[in-house]
């Protein structure tokens, strides 16, 4: 099943990816069993309270802003893998176009023992492009730490 949205990856079991999402993508994400989004974007990028829509619906809501490069920090990928290990159920994680959720779960898989081949690939399944050369800099830094 789809949420209808562009840029939707499922990377793993309990993981759908995507780009921004609408009331209909949350309809959708409810009749796929999600119990949290996390989404990614600056408050300053939404033009709708995606948050209330998401907590009418019954689910939880956690935002990461991840503006740029700049945000791509160990800090916010500890945060995600908290949040994804904080709930059994199905995480739908989101920015615009899902470019940023890729490279923060790579910087997330690295935290977990991927090597930075291994986390990259996790994620550009997840949705990473343009930031791949920033996330494989910033893999390969903590790697040599």
Known sequence: MSLGIPYEFRPAENLICAGSLNADALRHAVAEDVVQVINL????EMSWDEAAAVRQMGMTYHNIPVSGPQDLSPANAQR??????????????HCASSNRVGALLALAAQRKG??????????????????????????EDAAGD
Do not use: F, K, W
Not at 115 to 135: F, H, K, M, N, S
């Open 41 to 44: 974007c600056p408050p300053e």
């Open 114 to 139: 991927a090597t930075v081949d291994q986390a990259l690939e996790i994620g550009r399944r997840a949705g990473l492009t343009r930031l791949e050369p920033t996330t494989r800099s910033l893999l």
């Open 80 to 93: 995600l893998l908290e949040l994804l290990d904080s709930v059994p159920g199905t995480t739908l994680l």
